[in-house]
């Protein structure tokens, strides 16, 4: 078979990876790809939102299979685009693939299936955000609609600061169109897992829980990023656990996105905050999360072509999807001065010393291939992914990895995984 992963992050490069070990498969291909995917199969330069062209690129080189790894070519409708010309895609269809592209559906969507999720309240006019902010008072969550990059989402300790973050999104327009609707709605306190599912329109399939660690500096602290470590299971929400969190989370959302007549097909990403009255939806994704899909992978088992085909077929209750026993932790390796600017254009060296490390793969993100030298490209570079009998020696195993890469002005956090073990002990 031949495939075609959409995409350019770390998550590509794993999908990639993991799609490479399939006997089914012979040629992989990515658009655009980094310097990681450029190792599993071939780049061709493509964006990952420019659906006609993808779906060219699809029709062309004949692919039997079209990976979509980020949310935008989805919520742009890549499936229906695919669809048309009868090739699989594995992932929603645009309408499913809203409950991550608008906030207020995918709020919309929780509340008439009876998800737990954060008290809300839609606006589509400032002068009513803001009326209803001064009424309710701080704390609050400010959510732009649309996609902003993972910018779009203000966690506001005073009651002037959600003001100012709904003035910036619908007047000042920081976002676009993606901030002339905003959700506000009520602040949780808890510690937050993903906790992500294939699903097949009717069927789920389990992955592990897993964390993320979204802070970019260590103990939580500064600006949000798209993730600086991921680890799986994460003991905040124990395999004991999996079984009813996803009935009260998965599956009341295919079963109405199926009664919608919009089934949906591919991973879907519960974002949870666990809170003292049980797990809360904060918000789902419709793909993997990155750098959870690092661990994820490491993790996963069974042939990912068999899980992906099992999905868009609908016959995921005939396929079991086996999950190694051990932890597995990723920690990301940045370019100082990430997620706000940062230098490009660094030398990587020892990558083949790290992923020559038993059960260690470092996974390429923000990298290119120059002359057969890697180079930096983007903020989050690396994500070095390392497989143990416990968290313990994951995390250890992913920093001896970490500290055989090299690049200038690189950084990462020293204590991903630390929240963790601290629940364990
Ligand atoms: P989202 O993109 O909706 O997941 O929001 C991004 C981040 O904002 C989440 O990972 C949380 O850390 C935080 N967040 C979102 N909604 C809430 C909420 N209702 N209460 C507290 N924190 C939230
Ligand atoms: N790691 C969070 C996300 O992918 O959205």
Not at 78 to 98: D, S, T, V
Not at 129 to 141: D, E, H, Q, S
Not at 325 to 345: D, F, I, L, N
Not at 354 to 364: E, I, R, S, Y
Request: overall charge negative; charged content about 25%.
């Amino acid at each position: 078979m031949k495939i075609l992963v959409v995409g350019s992050g770390g998550r590509e490069h794993a999908l990639c990876w993991k799609l490479a070990q399939s006997a089914k498969v012979d040629q992989i291909l990515c658009a655009p790809g980094n310097g990681g995917t450029a190792q599993v199969g071939r780049n061709v330069p493509v964006k990952d939102d420019d659906i006609p062209a993808l779906v060219k690129l699809a029709r062309d080189e004949e692919v039997d299979l079209v990976v979509a790894g980020p949310e935008l070519p989805l919520v742009l409708g890549i499936q229906n685009a695919l669809e048309k010309e009868q090739i699989p895609c594995f992932g929603p269809n645009a309408y499913a693939a809203n409950l991550e592209g608008s906030k207020a559906f995918s709020k919309n969507v929780m509340h008439e299936a009876g998800v737990p999720t954060a008290a809300f309240r839609v606006f589509d006019e400032y002068e009513a955000a803001a009326a209803f902010i001064r009424k309710k008072g701080a704390p609050l969550v400010v959510k732009a609609d649309g996609l902003a990059a993972g910018k779009g989402v203000v966690v506001a300790s005073t009651t002037e600061e959600a003001l100012e973050a709904a003035e910036n999104m619908m007047v000042r327009k920081a976002f676009d169109a993606a901030g002339d609707r905003i959700v506000v709605e009520e602040c949780l306190k808890g510690e937050e897992a993903s906790f992500l599912a294939f699903c097949d329109g009717r069927n789920y399939a389990l992955l592990p829980s897993s964390q993320d660690h979204k802070a970019v500096g260590e103990g939580d602290t500064g600006p949000n990023t798209g993730g600086m470590g991921a680890y799986s299971p994460a003991p905040i929400l124990p395999e004991s656990e999996y079984a009813a969190t996803a009935e009260l989370v998965i599956r009341p959302i295919l079963e109405l996105l199926a009664s919608k007549g919009q089934p949906f097909k591919g991973v879907l990403y519960a974002g949870l905050m666990m809170t003292e009255d049980g797990p809360s939806v904060l918000e789902y994704n419709v793909r993997f999360g990155d750098p959870e899909c690092q661990p994820l992978l490491m993790r996963l088992d069974t042939d990912i072509v068999d899980i992906m085909f099992a999905c868009i077929d609908g016959r995921l209750d005939q396929v079991e999807v086996k999950v190694r026993p051990e932890t597995a932790c990723g920690v990301v390796m940045a370019a100082e001065g990430y997620p706000a600017s940062y230098p490009k254009g660094m030398e990587i060296t020892g990558l083949d010393k790290a992923d020559a490390l038993d059960n260690v793969k470092v996974f390429q993100a923000g990298t290119r291939e120059q002359d057969g030298r890697i180079l930096s490209s983007g903020g989050r570079v690396l994500c070095v992914t390392a497989l143990g009998r416990d968290l313990a020696e994951a995390r250890k195993k992913a920093y001896e990895g970490v500290d055989l890469v090299h690049f200038d002005k690189s950084y990462f956090r020293h204590d991903i995984a630390e929240k963790g073990l601290k629940r364990m002990k």
